[in-house]
């Protein structure tokens, strides 16, 4: 039954990016210091919710990796996020930069640079206007292939943000690395910071102390700090 789930999901990943099926939301990221949003995450969804109904990134992304189709999905959906930054100029309405994930494969594609340079330079976009984001178990296991193409990247003028920070393969010696200009925190060190039923348990003690440290921690090592997570007022 499982393999069976996996070869639709993999028949509607394959449509998708033959038929536009592919869609791109928009996550706003706020500054506290700036008082208003300043970039924004590009988040994939599959038109396709009726055959299985919503499919998470979190299913479909792996499936694709598995079945060679995740550098074809990736270049589909730079290419409609760029389109949108271009032709809705983002950078004149103070968008600072949009993120994009990147997939463990197109990490380490000695190719990706120079992809994604003919892309920026169609668009007629900034390198800066774009920020990679790369989750923690990629920066852990990549090495030297990684990072060759963020060096080549950060030099084009792009910059990178390690994703799912203390989500379980924290190796804290990664975020000293100089790649990283930004470094975003997981919502599963966040959330128990606010459990309403036990407001003055130990655990919710512990996971402030956690948390402030951490945020005092990469803040002194002059990286920038997005807190996922964050839904309510």
């Not at 789930?5 to 996550?27: F, P, T």
């Not at 706020?30 to 008082?35: F, G, N, P, R, V």
């Not at 396709?48 to 589909?76: M, Q, Y």
């Not at 997981?186 to 003055?200: I, M």
Request: charged fraction near 25%; aromatic fraction near 8%; include cysteine.
């Amino acid at each position: 039954q499982k393999r069976d789930r996996q070869e639709l999901i993999y028949r509607i990943v394959q449509n998708a990016i033959k038929n536009d099926g592919i869609e791109m939301y928009y996550q706003p990221i706020y500054s506290i210091a700036e008082k208003r949003f300043t970039n924004c995450e590009a988040l994939v969804r599959l038109k396709d919710t009726k055959t299985l109904g919503f499919l998470s990134p979190e299913e479909f992304i792996p499936v694709a990796e598995r079945n060679f189709l995740i550098i074809p999905l990736s270049n589909c959906i730079f290419e409609k996020v760029f389109d949108f930054v271009s032709r809705n100029h983002l950078d004149d309405k103070g968008l600072k930069h949009v993120e994009v994930n990147l997939s463990a494969i197109e990490s380490i594609d000695l190719t990706f640079p120079s992809l994604m340079k003919e892309l920026l330079q169609k668009h007629n976009l900034k390198p800066s206007m774009v920020n990679l984001e790369i989750t923690e178990s990629i920066a852990v296991s990549s090495g030297r292939k990684l990072k060759r193409n963020m060096d080549d990247l950060i030099n084009h003028g792009c910059t990178f943000s390690m994703d799912d920070f203390g989500t379980g393969y924290s190796n804290l010696s990664q975020i000293t690395r100089a790649d990283f200009s930004i470094i975003k925190i997981d919502k599963s060190l966040l959330w128990p910071c606010f459990k309403k039923d036990a407001e003055n348990s130990t655990d919710v003690q512990n996971a402030k102390i956690l948390l402030e440290n951490m945020i005092s921690m990469i803040l002194k090592m002059g990286r920038k700090i997005v807190v996922e997570g964050i839904e309510t007022k």
